[in-house]
């Protein structure tokens, strides 16, 4: 349990670490490894398979993403660093005690609540899962998938034109 | 439910808070669009860490893992398609400021 918490609060150093950075690079390298704690949790919480999506995307993939857009984009100069660097401290200054603050608040105030679920979907082999119970979903995935390449086709076409 | 899952949850459930705290924050006090995608992401996280921890304490794990790896794909391609927009409104205006996107202003 003591590593779980340890977990946890390294998790929420990470997040913080994304809003305090100053610059965009440190800022998605700090949420790699925000899904890198995840993805930690994950394992201890019995679910490897999500936690192999979340290294593999949400380490890897989305944060390629980011680097490529990162890298399309001009930096700062170093006076605009600094400014922004001034500005960042005094917006972002009461938000690890706003953080703790509402931390501390919900755990004392959080109640046992009984969560069962109707007895339908107790299917423990999550191929089952995905292809029986959820197939809708599935369906609106292919969707999104679809649409989401279209958008990007379109995007970067009209990108080469111009 | 017993004890130990509940313990579990009680654990969970604050830094989950935390974390949608601290997303939130950030896409509401940034002006720079990377930024408020990377919020995004901090917000999706404490959504998939919600889900997990709900799948565990119910005992209802290939549920909640098949959500997470729906909710990971999907997000995948909003980010893609938002970092596509984000490198386009730069071409366009030349930055990546949210308050130099007047084009739509009346």
């Known amino acids: 349990m003591s590593i779980i918490l340890i977990l946890l609060i390294i998790l929420i150093v990470t997040a913080l670490m994304v809003v305090f950075s100053s610059k965009l690079l440190i800022g998605a390298i700090s949420l790699a490894l925000t899904s890198i704690m995840i993805t930690i949790l994950m394992f201890k919480l019995n679910s490897p398979i999500a936690a192999v999506f979340e290294l593999s995307i949400c380490a890897g993939l989305i944060t390629v993403i980011f680097i490529t857009t990162i890298s399309f984009v001009k930096p700062e100069t170093q006076e605009e660093l600094i400014e922004s660097n001034k500005r960042r401290l005094k917006k972002y200054i009461y938000l690890p005690v706003l953080v703790a603050l509402a931390g501390y608040l919900i755990s004392v105030v959080i109640k046992p609540i009984s969560l069962k679920l109707p007895e339908i979907i107790q299917e423990t082999n999550i191929r089952n899962v995905l292809w029986d119970l959820r197939q809708v979903d599935l369906l609106g995935q292919a969707i999104v998938l679809l649409i989401g390449v279209f958008g990007i086709v379109v995007l970067f076409k009209e990108g080469q034109k111009k | ?106």
């Open chain 2, 1 to 106: 439910m017993n004890i130990s899952n509940m313990d579990i949850l009680k654990i969970f459930i604050p830094f989950v808070v935390m974390l949608i705290i601290i997303g939130f924050y950030y896409v509401l006090m940034t002006k720079n669009l990377i930024r408020i995608l990377l919020g995004l992401e901090i917000i999706t996280k404490a959504a998939i860490l919600a889900i997990i921890v709900v799948g565990y304490v119910t005992n209802n794990m290939a549920l909640a893992q098949s959500l997470v790896i729906i909710i990971i794909i999907i997000e995948v391609f909003v980010i893609a398609v938002a970092a596509g927009v984000i490198i386009h409104i730069y071409k366009n205006t030349g930055s990546v400021d949210v308050r130099n996107i007047r084009n739509l202003r009346g």
